[in-house]
């Protein structure tokens, strides 16, 4: 299993930005989440919002519910999050992380595979 991030930069605040998170070898018959994680310099992984491969199951944190929407393809190799009205505690390495389970986690050490993220810089 693969995932690979792309989409970061340096964005003004108020400003908005898609990170996308490219996701390969998972079999169709396979069930997993795909959690967005955010890690700010000096701090550990923060859980942003994760959505499963089936259904309409979408969850987010409180610090970006309203501002930041996951979605993904219907092919589901493609999970996007549009990030909406940033502000500077936004900044940091922004990853995407598989997790092989029907289980909602907000734990990073629950999510089985990651990619290795995308930068995001939010100032002025």
């Known amino acids: 299993v693969q995932l690979v991030e792309s989409g970061g930069g340096l964005v003004q605040p108020g400003g908005s930005l898609r990170l996308s998170c490219v996701v390969s070898g998972f079999t169709s018959s396979q069930y997993y989440f795909i959690g967005w994680f955010r890690q700010a310099p000096g701090k550990g992984p923060e859980w942003l919002c994760s959505?499963?491969?089936?259904?309409?199951?979408?969850y987010y944190s409180d610090s970006v519910r309203g501002r930041f929407i996951v979605t993904r393809t219907t092919t589901k190799n493609t999970v996007y999050l549009q990030m909406n009205s940033l502000i500077s505690d936004d900044t940091g390495l922004y990853y995407c992380?598989?997790?092989?389970?029907?289980?909602?986690?907000?734990?990073?050490?629950?999510?089985?595979?990651r990619g290795q993220g995308t930068r995001v810089t939010v100032s002025s």
């Open positions: 992380a598989a997790r092989t389970d029907w289980v909602l986690s907000r734990n990073p050490d629950d999510y089985n595979y």
């Open positions: 959505i499963y491969s089936a259904g309409d199951n979408i």
